[in-house]
């Protein structure tokens, strides 16, 4: 017996499915070089335009020149730096909570997260379009582990009335290939009416949602009550690379004694948090970045709805069109590509069978002229296509 990798592999070309890398020859931003060709790009997250900002950059060295390359260590030992702890505290204060902790990635906060927080005899409960990261997270955990409709909260209701020992709820706040934000208030509400703990990713929320770019739980005015676990991510509306936790003073000492993604890995460069220190002033001080992304995503949906393309329900810089079949998706892809537009087609198993999309996401370094630029080729690629836009 011997793994059939070729087979699989196969099979994946057959259904459209195969991942290729495209390989960046440039900085992240609008105009970027994408295997030897120029492209006008609509696919990266990095939605304030920080990622090549040059006072983020200068950031870096400076902090390089001090603090050197490499963290060293993992933080309970010797790789917990000055700049980690001022970044802890800026982003304590930035959410409104007592502490915050940093992760390498993501996907290391949310697997720390919850396994820190349940384990056998208890219920992780999690929203059915939760990021894979979320959804691992919940199974590796050993706890219960159970999916309620999308955004339902009378779905919610329904599963928590089962669930037994500690239970935690999970969610996105905005949902990464449907653009759509969680309903957070009404699964607060139930999440609070039977003793369990709302934990909340915000890693599209930061910087684009809120008042001050807080992210969706500022946006809708909740509290450290409401969601005790709150996880955001670096490398995108911040344009550096990292995650965080924020909670309450015990939450995050627990984290820091029982979270093996967090016990057992080297400190990210203490460079990066102050790369990171000087985005997120940014993000706090110039609000042009967030009214200007906003104005985008406006004039986007409405040539959008014009062309007749399927929009998601979203107001957030993540604009999805639906297309439906896979190769459809790949097809109309390449042909933006064709014309000098990157827009990556998503398809399952990132997303639903039958509901592949090209994924548009906007950034407030774009311009409203570069975005009528996507437009109109929109227009002409799906014009092209015998079944036309309303088919979508």
Same mark, same amino acid.
């Given at each position: 017996m011997s793994f059939d990798l070729a087979a699989r592999l196969a099979a994946r070309r057959a259904e459209h499915l195969y991942r290729q890398r495209p390989l960046l020859e440039s900085p992240q931003g609008p105009q970027v070089v994408v295997d030897g060709q120029p492209l006008l790009a609509f696919c990266n997250n990095d939605y304030l335009g920080l990622a090549n900002h040059p006072q983020v950059i200068e950031a870096w060295r400076a902090g390089a020149s001090r603090w050197g390359v490499g963290g060293g260590a993992s933080h309970l030992v010797i790789g917990h730096s000055a700049p980690h702890h001022a970044l802890e505290e800026a982003l304590a204060e930035l959410t409104g909570r007592p502490r915050a902790l940093l992760f390498t990635t993501g996907y290391m906060a949310n697997l720390g997260?919850?396994?820190? +927080?349940?384990?056998?005899?208890?219920?992780?409960?999690?929203?059915?379009?939760?990021?894979?990261?979320?959804l691992d997270a919940g199974l590796l955990s050993g706890a219960r582990f159970n999916r309620y409709l999308h955004n339902d909260a009378s779905s919610l209701a329904k599963r928590l009335e089962k669930a037994t020992g500690n239970t935690l709820v999970v969610t996105?706040?905005?949902?990464?290939?449907?653009?759509d934000v969680a309903d957070l208030p009404a699964l607060a509400r139930e999440t609070r009416a039977r003793g369990a703990w709302l934990?909340?990713?915000?890693? %599209?929320?930061? #910087?684009?949602?809120?008042?001050?770019?807080?992210?969706?739980?500022?946006?809708?005015?909740?509290?450290?009550?409401?969601?005790?676990?709150?996880?955001?991510? +670096?490398?995108?509306?911040?344009?550096?690379?990292?995650?965080?936790?924020? #909670?309450?003073?015990?939450?995050?000492?627990?984290l820091i004694q029982f979270a093996r993604p967090y016990i057992y890995t080297t400190s990210q460069p203490p460079a990066l948090a102050c790369a990171t220190l000087k985005s997120l002033e940014?993000?706090?001080?110039?609000?042009? $970045? $967030?009214? %200007?992304?906003?104005?985008?995503? $406006? *004039?986007?949906?409405?040539?959008?709805? *014009?062309?007749?393309?399927?929009?998601?329900?979203?107001?957030?810089p993540i604009q999805p069109i639906m297309v439906g079949d896979s190769a459809r998706a790949v097809e109309l892809s390449r042909m933006l590509r064709?014309?000098?537009?990157?827009?990556?087609?998503?398809?399952?198993?990132?997303?639903?069978?039958?509901?592949?999309?090209?994924?548009?996401?906007?950034?407030?370094?774009?311009?409203?002229?570069?975005?009528?630029?996507?437009?109109?080729?929109?227009?002409?690629?799906?014009?092209?296509? *015998?079944?036309?836009?309303? %088919?979508a």
């Open positions: 997260a919850v396994t820190a +927080l349940v384990g056998q005899g208890d219920t992780v409960l999690e929203d059915r379009l939760n990021h894979a990261s979320l996105d706040g905005v949902f990464s290939m449907d653009g934990m909340v990713d915000d890693a %599209h929320g930061f #910087g684009p949602l809120g008042a001050k770019g807080a992210g969706l739980v500022e946006h809708f005015g909740l509290g450290l009550d409401d969601v005790p676990v709150l996880v955001g991510t +670096l490398g995108k509306a911040f344009g550096t690379a990292g995650a965080f936790v924020a #909670g309450s003073e015990d939450l995050i000492e627990s940014l993000l706090r001080t110039e609000h042009w $970045r $967030r009214e %200007h992304l906003a104005n985008l995503i $406006r *004039q986007f949906r409405q040539g959008a709805e *014009q062309i007749g393309l399927e929009l998601m329900d979203s107001f957030t064709s014309r000098g537009m990157m827009v990556t087609a998503i398809r399952p198993p990132t997303v639903p069978a039958g509901s592949a999309r090209l994924r548009v996401t906007l950034s407030a370094a774009h311009s409203e002229a570069q975005v009528q630029l996507l437009l109109s080729a929109l227009a002409d690629c799906f014009s092209e296509l *015998q079944t036309g836009p309303n %088919h």
